[in-house]
């Protein structure tokens, strides 16, 4: 490794961008996922999403989780999304427990904008998660903007993993 002799593969991170009400504007790249998601059990939330400036669905549900390939194997696979390839140009949008089943994952390019803006929290607590780290209250109207980051992440594959993403 010291000697660069190793094999690598970029993975590219998510930008989020959240956005509420009378307080500054938080921007943070991400690993695996951003996740909007109601505190309360048994309430459902709801979601007006928009890919690209165009309404795509409403989404009634207990939340939603935008996830990045590497992302795509955590919380987005618990919630009934799919694996992404690791160095796919893209990033999936599923959402969590949904109340209608025509509401399905979607995957979108990494270079699209996925915004996510709160319509109805039915008197519950809503929650923007970024990675699990950072935690930020929501209230309607409230939104958080997903994009394909400008950074990578330069991970080394395991090593005699059998299943490598360069093909050797």
């Known amino acids: 490794v010291l000697e660069g002799r190793y094999q690598h593969e970029d993975r590219r991170l998510l930008r989020a961008v ?23 059990p048994s309430r459902i939330i709801e979601v007006d999403a928009r890919i690209d400036g165009l309404f795509v669905s409403s989404f009634r549900a207990d939340g939603i989780v935008v996830s990045s390939p590497t992302g795509s194997t955590a919380y987005c696979l618990a919630a009934g999304g799919p694996i992404l390839y690791p160095t796919l140009p893209a990033f999936v949008v599923t959402p969590i427990c949904p109340h209608t089943l ?9 270079s699209s904008q996925v915004e996510l803006r709160l319509r109805d929290a039915r008197h519950v607590e809503v929650y923007a998660a970024l990675d699990g780290q950072e935690t930020f209250a929501f209230a309607d109207g409230d939104s958080v903007v997903v994009t394909g980051g400008p950074r990578r992440l330069r991970q080394m594959p395991p090593i005699d993993s059998g299943c490598r993403a360069s093909g050797t």
């Not at 921007?27 to 309360?40: E, R």
């Not at 025509?102 to 990494?110: A, E, I, S």
């Open 18 to 40: 959240v956005k509420r009400r009378d307080r500054p504007e938080v921007t943070a790249d991400v690993l695996n996922d951003v996740v909007l998601t109601k505190a309360g």
């Open 102 to 110: 025509t509401n399905r994952p979607l995957v979108v390019g990494d």
